[in-house]
């Protein structure tokens, strides 16, 4: 069974960073799309980071909100992504979700699959 899980959340103070962790078991993310989504309370999910699958040339594409701050990555031996946030806002508070797609890479939710997401809490 296909199944995604993210670790890593945690509770940072204002500059602070953390490392998020994207495992899957049932699919090899090197031969998939694989992207970072949050959603905030109150507010709509939106796209963070996604990474195209090895073939695709393991393009990369950041939203502008975090551009500069933080880094996708994949450990295709450990069939792991990473998202490394440095200098993390309040405005990051958030439920992060990883998701995955054999057929898709980018920041619109087209994925077929979804983890069940990791919180972010940052203090000011």
């Known amino acids: 069974q296909l199944q995604l899980v993210e670790s890593g959340g945690g509770s940072v103070q204002f500059g602070g960073n953390l490392r998020l962790s994207c495992s899957a078991s049932?699919?090899?993310?090197?031969?998939?799309?694989v992207a970072w989504f949050r959603q905030a309370p109150g507010k709509e999910r939106e796209g963070v980071s996604a990474i195209s699958d090895v073939r695709g040339g393991s393009r990369i594409v950041y939203g502008d909100s975090v551009k500069g701050r933080f880094t996708i990555s994949r450990n295709n031996a450990k069939n792991i992504v990473y998202l490394q946030m440095n200098n993390l806002e309040p405005e990051d508070t958030a439920v992060y979700y990883c998701a995955a797609d054999p057929n898709y890479w980018g920041l619109n939710q087209l994925y077929d699959y979804w983890g069940k997401g990791t919180l972010v809490t940052v203090s000011a």
């Open positions: 049932g699919l090899a993310l090197d031969d998939a799309g």
